[in-house]
């Protein structure tokens, strides 16, 4: 009698399981083969605990285990929420993935933009945009970009709250590079193609829309200690960056006027004119909670000065308007 009953419950668990990963993650095994991609030889990815799946029909890969697995490298922007995959060109590199890469440079002519450096692709978490470019070098750790977005077939999605999935179609064609699907092996075969693919379209462009500079998104949903609910509206407020080096903050470096080091991410500069209390937490629209810690001489009436993580960061992107109100 025991044992019937536990078969029932199996079977019940492996058909609503069944049902459960049709509808969301239909696993089939897929395996991603690179040829001649990170070194000269062929390679199944060995993805671990993070396999490949399928959602509305299309492959996702994680993204860190493909990426260096194909002998690129990759970051994780906690701040943005963005992942990127880098390309090193170098024509005399022993991967031919970076060779590859020297060759888009070489193949995109000598434009004046700087020297050939890499090439990325950047996809923030939940947006189905990615931003590819051509960065290169200008010297004194300045980068110029050459790129474009693409619009990928589904967003990149985390798994696990921690395992970033991407397309993995559309992160091959916007890298330029080759994929061969076999439905007998279930296997999708990725190699550098023999003839040099660029971007077409390509415009200067900035690593992040505009908009993402700030992006600095807290969370959806995450509140500050010791904030409950937004306050008071204060206003529309033109927003500007900055960032912790002395070009941006003067002889402040990376101190703030109010609360000891910037924090890129929370820490803002006010004008206290504008009613705005020392250390008061602010919520602007689009960008999330945000402390007022800072202040300084170019800060005017109704302008907040948001702290970010980079030089370039700070110096790049569009001045924005945004609703902003004192938290209660
Ligand atoms: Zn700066």
Redesign the pocket.
Known sequence: MKILRRSVVLLVCTAVCMLFTNAAFADYDIKVQINGVADTGNSIIDFGEYAPVQINSRTYVHTRTFAQSAGMKVGWDQENQTAFIKVIADKNSDKPIEVYAAQQFEALGDNGFGTPSSITVSMMLDNSEAVFRYNYDIGEGHIRGLGKTFEMDGAATLIDDKALMVPLRNLMEILGLQVEWSQEDMTAYISVPYDVRIGDNLEETDRWVPERYYAAFTPPGYIPDGVHEIGEYLGNFKLTK????N???GGWGDNTAWAGKIIPGQTVGVNLKDGIPKLAWLYIDGIGWRRAEDTGGGIGYHHIDVAVSS?YE??HGNILYRDVWLAK
Do not use: E, L, V, W
Request: glycine share 0%; hydrophobic share 20%; proline share 10%.
């Open positions: 900055y960032c912790p080096c070009i941006c903050n030089h700070a110096t």
